[in-house]
């Protein structure tokens, strides 16, 4: 590139402001940003089958809208980060492809199954919890459109995540079999909730370009810290345990320590191995398939109109 513009780009992210799609970019940031962009897509759109699962089962009709309303939100996420992708030149066809081939990842913990309807609960306080820490420090992402699409993004997480834990506390009023159904989905989720914050430091190749970039803000281990610490007293306020015998306030530093991550579970449910990564994948596909007429429809429309205004 001209020197100029290598300057211009460095000189932008020294301070503090944003890179615009009309921006030149190194090819290197570009890469970051198309592949973090379409793996959150990714992460929002597969996102809503665990879920989804539960909306014809939903216990009354006040749970079933907001369920609904969730999902669909989810479906807009995905949309939205798919268009900021789009401003980096990617294209968005080819990226649904690479997902529903297997070759883009998408978050590991959609790849859980959802067994009970507390499920709904402890994914909107445990899941969408950890999806806001991560989140909102990425409002001040250097990349503008990306940025910009996480401030409406993180604004329904929040509703996501107190419909979550409102839910939760009604389970935790009920009869003793709804407060096991609580803890026992606890027990399944704390631990992938955790593993969502990506690999430690130690062993995540992107972080520390990332940070360079101002892409990332904060590390991976100290996103995973917040979100610890944040959790606890919300899980003592419910009234449940969280699985791990070594958590405990370390008061010289501030924090909660926590136990050891099993992170060959995680290498195992990344790499296309988890509980439900073949059935995620292959619905999306099925999805994908179903829904061609439309796409061919919507085209064959666009043609014909652009036709018309030529003549
Ligand atoms: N699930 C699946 N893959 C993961 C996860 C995870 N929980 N964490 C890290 N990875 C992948 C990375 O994408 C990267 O893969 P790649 O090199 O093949 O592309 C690899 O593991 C190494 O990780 P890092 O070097 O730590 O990667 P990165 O710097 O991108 O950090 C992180 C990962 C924290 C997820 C970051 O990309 C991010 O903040 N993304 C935006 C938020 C997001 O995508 N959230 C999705 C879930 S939340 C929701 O949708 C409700």
């Given at each position: 590139?001209?020197?100029?513009l290598?300057?211009?780009f460095e000189?932008?992210?020294?301070?503090?402001?944003?890179i615009e799609p009309r921006?030149?970019?190194p090819?290197?940031?570009r890469?970051?940003?198309?592949r973090m962009?379409a793996?959150?897509?990714?992460?929002?759109i597969?996102g809503?089958?665990?879920?989804?699962?539960?909306?014809t089962?939903?216990?009354?009709l006040r749970?079933?809208?907001?369920?609904?309303?969730k999902v669909?939100?989810?479906?807009?996420h995905?949309?939205?980060?798919?268009s900021a992708?789009?401003?980096l030149g990617?294209?968005?066809?080819?990226?649904t492809?690479?997902?529903?081939s297997g070759?883009?990842k998408?978050?590991?913990i959609?790849?859980?199954?959802?067994?009970?309807f507390?499920?709904?609960?402890?994914?909107g306080?445990?899941v969408?919890?950890?999806a806001?820490c991560?989140?909102v420090?990425?409002?001040?992402s250097s990349?503008?459109?990306?940025?910009?699409a996480?401030?409406?993004?993180c604004?329904?997480?929040s509703f996501h995540q107190?419909?979550?834990?409102e839910?939760?506390?009604?389970?935790m009023?009920?009869?003793?079999r709804?407060?096991d159904?609580?803890?026992?989905?606890?027990d399944?989720?704390?631990?992938?909730s955790l593993?969502?914050?990506?690999?430690?430091?130690?062993?995540?190749p992107?972080?520390e370009?990332s940070?360079?970039?101002k892409?990332?803000r904060?590390?991976?281990?100290?996103l995973?810290?917040r979100?610890?610490?944040?959790?606890?007293?919300?899980?003592e306020?419910l009234?449940v345990?969280?699985?791990?015998?070594?958590l405990?306030w370390?008061?010289?530093?501030?924090?909660?320590?926590f136990?050891?991550i099993d992170w060959?579970e995680?290498?195992?449910v990344v790499s296309?191995?988890?509980?439900c990564?073949?059935q995620?994948?292959?619905h999306?596909?099925a999805?994908?398939?179903?829904?061609?007429?439309?796409?061919?429809a919507?085209?064959?429309?666009?043609?014909?109109?652009?036709?018309r205004?030529a003549?």
């Amino acid at each position: 590139p001209q020197p100029d513009l290598q300057r211009h780009f460095e000189r932008t992210i020294e301070r503090d402001q944003r890179i615009e799609p009309r921006d030149w970019l190194p090819e290197g940031y570009r890469k970051t940003m198309i592949r973090m962009i379409a793996q959150h897509a990714h992460s929002e759109i597969i996102g809503m089958q665990p879920e989804g699962n539960w909306i014809t089962r939903a216990p009354s009709l006040r749970r079933k809208a907001i369920l609904l309303a969730k999902v669909q939100d989810e479906a807009g996420h995905g949309l939205y980060l798919y268009s900021a992708a789009e401003t980096l030149g990617a294209d968005r066809a080819e990226l649904t492809e690479k997902l529903i081939s297997g070759k883009q990842k998408y978050s590991s913990i959609f790849n859980y199954p959802t067994l009970t309807f507390a499920d709904v609960g402890v994914i909107g306080w445990l899941v969408d919890g950890a999806a806001i820490c991560n989140q909102v420090p990425l409002c001040r992402s250097s990349y503008g459109p990306y940025a910009r699409a996480m401030i409406r993004i993180c604004k329904e997480e929040s509703f996501h995540q107190r419909q979550g834990y409102e839910l939760l506390l009604t389970m935790m009023r009920g009869t003793p079999r709804q407060r096991d159904m609580v803890q026992e989905s606890v027990d399944r989720w704390w631990w992938p909730s955790l593993m969502m914050f990506g690999p430690p430091d130690a062993e995540s190749p992107h972080t520390e370009q990332s940070m360079a970039w101002k892409i990332k803000r904060h590390t991976n281990d100290e996103l995973r810290q917040r979100f610890v610490d944040m959790t606890v007293p919300q899980a003592e306020m419910l009234g449940v345990s969280l699985p791990d015998p070594d958590l405990k306030w370390n008061a010289k530093r501030g924090h909660y320590d926590f136990g050891e991550i099993d992170w060959s579970e995680f290498k195992q449910v990344v790499s296309g191995n988890g509980p439900c990564n073949a059935q995620r994948v292959a619905h999306r596909r099925a999805a994908h398939t179903d829904g061609a007429w439309v796409r061919e429809a919507a085209a064959a429309y666009a043609a014909k109109r652009a036709g018309r205004s030529a003549a």
